[in-house]
């Protein structure tokens, strides 16, 4: 399907890293930067979301010239760039995240902008699509006179799904959706003199734009869709527990002119987009597509020969397994991670980690740290220091790398190194994991390996007690 994004193009930084004292100068975290990841955001996230589904996306936006630009043409690859003459500096976002948890955010030239020009190539891309993405991020590209004259031609033809910015343009006539959330839509009609309940704001907003139809997102709440025709329809989302919703609008708005193309009704459509939009924010959100930085080969230690596949030394993996995922799934590789507490290490372990390992290309264990085996254990564990159940499983051959989690699950973990596979030793089936949801929302799948009842950790322990 071809999908034309047209809107505004930022860069978004995350700089992600621990936190475990304060500054001596001032009491505020110090953070240890684990990587800095890069991605598009703004029209840019919709378009990279858009073509990681596999549709042919084109984006009509404005580009500047500078280092941020590098940055984001880079991370746009896959997509086809459309723009005119820069006349403003790359926006850029950096948000500074400990864990999955964001701390603080800077924002460097979101200051206005002056109106982009447009190509012919540019108004092109918005007549041939089967569907139109307006991503307004207030930076002018939907106020420029050709760009919304071929707009409101295409809302004749095809759906156009327009989310708009407080400091952004009306949306044209015409469209098939205007995607406000409910704090822009409630802001826009108590500006207009409306009343700032969702419905009575979407009604507004419905007759000032002209569209055929609003949806106020909510949030956790969902979504209320109000049509031109009168009618309203309240859509749930499921329930998801994030902490950061970055990008949920832009999937929404993705998914949304997506179904409308194939055919579905604006309610059906809707429906399904709030679900992508839960399903996206559940798999990590915006933040799980950035790539970190290239590592310089000569800062990772030596390259070994891994299943024909380059990749670095695993006596550096320790703390690095999500370079490790990297490189193995842009080699072509398959990625597979288990996860557990692993204390004291015996040959169920042992045959769990081998069955996982011949799954892939590389086997990640995400470990859990000695805070968190204590909080699911019980103060007596762990028997192990998380130092020693690192360095025994890095000493095993099928274990390729490990990551420590201090969280009570591994979703947080598992966002970051994204696996193909994800392994568990169980007696039941795949479906039931908890984790299934999560791997499904990129792609991955969940494998159970047989359970061996008379190997256990806690087994172990209670021989030990008995012959001390």
């Not at 591994?410 to 568990?424: F, G, M, N, R, Y």
Request: glycine share 10%; aromatic share 2%.
């Amino acid at each position: 399907m071809r999908i034309t994004v047209v809107g505004d193009l930022l860069l978004d930084v995350d700089i992600n890293g621990t936190a475990t004292r304060l500054s001596p100068d001032a009491p505020v975290p110090v953070v240890d930067v684990g990587d800095v990841r890069r991605r598009a955001g703004g029209a840019g996230l919709v378009a990279t979301v858009l073509a990681r589904d596999g549709h042919d996306v084109s984006l009509v936006t404005a580009v500047s010239d500078d280092d941020g630009a590098s940055h984001l043409r880079r991370a746009l690859a896959g997509v086809s760039v459309l723009a005119g003459a820069p006349l403003a500096h790359t926006p850029t976002k950096t948000r500074v995240r400990i864990g999955t948890h964001p701390m603080v955010r800077f924002d460097q030239g979101c200051a206005a902008a002056p109106v982009p020009s447009s190509t012919g190539e540019m108004l092109a891309a918005i007549t041939s699509a089967d569907a139109v993405v307006v991503a307004d991020y207030g930076r002018g590209i939907t106020a420029n006179t050709d760009i919304r004259a071929a707009l409101t031609d295409a809302a004749r033809r095809i759906p156009v799904v327009w989310d708009p910015h407080p400091s952004g343009s009306d949306p044209v006539a015409g469209v098939s959706v205007v995607t406000p959330n409910l704090a822009e839509a409630t802001a826009s009609a108590k500006a207009g003199g409306s009343g700032t309940g969702a419905e009575e704001a979407g009604r507004y907003l419905l007759d000032k734009w002209g569209s055929a139809s609003v949806l106020v997102t909510r949030g956790e709440d969902g979504a209320l869709l109000l049509c031109s025709d009168g009618s309203a329809e309240s859509i749930p989302a499921p329930t998801t527990n994030v902490s950061d919703l970055c990008g949920a609008g832009d999937r929404l708005a993705g998914s949304l002119a997506v179904h409308l193309a194939t055919g579905l009704d604006l309610a059906q459509a809707a429906a399904r987009a709030v679900e992508d939009a839960s399903a996206f924010l559940a798999a990590g959100g915006a933040a799980a597509l950035a790539g970190a930085d290239p590592a310089d080969p000569s800062e990772v230690g030596s390259v070994v020969e891994l299943r024909g596949l380059e990749l670095v030394d695993t006596a550096d993996l320790h703390p690095d397994g999500v370079r490790l995922a990297r490189f193995v799934r842009e080699s072509g590789g398959t990625v597979v991670a288990t996860g557990g507490c692993f204390d004291l290490l015996h040959a169920g372990h042992a045959r769990t980690l081998a069955a996982a390992r011949s799954m892939g290309d590389c086997l990640i264990v995400c470990l859990n740290s000695d805070q968190s085996v204590r909080r699911l254990k019980g103060a007596h564990r762990p028997i192990v220091s998380v130092e020693d159940r690192a360095e025994l499983l890095l000493a095993l051959e099928c274990v390729d790398a490990v990551v420590i989690f201090g969280e009570d699950t591994p979703e947080a973990c598992l966002t970051q190194i994204s696996p193909d596979i994800w392994v568990k030793g169980g007696d039941y089936t795949p479906e039931e994991l908890p984790e299934a949801r999560l791997l499904a929302g990129w792609g991955g799948r969940c494998v159970t390996v047989p359970f061996h009842p008379a190997r256990s950790t806690s087994g172990l322990a209670a021989a030990l007690a008995k012959v001390s």
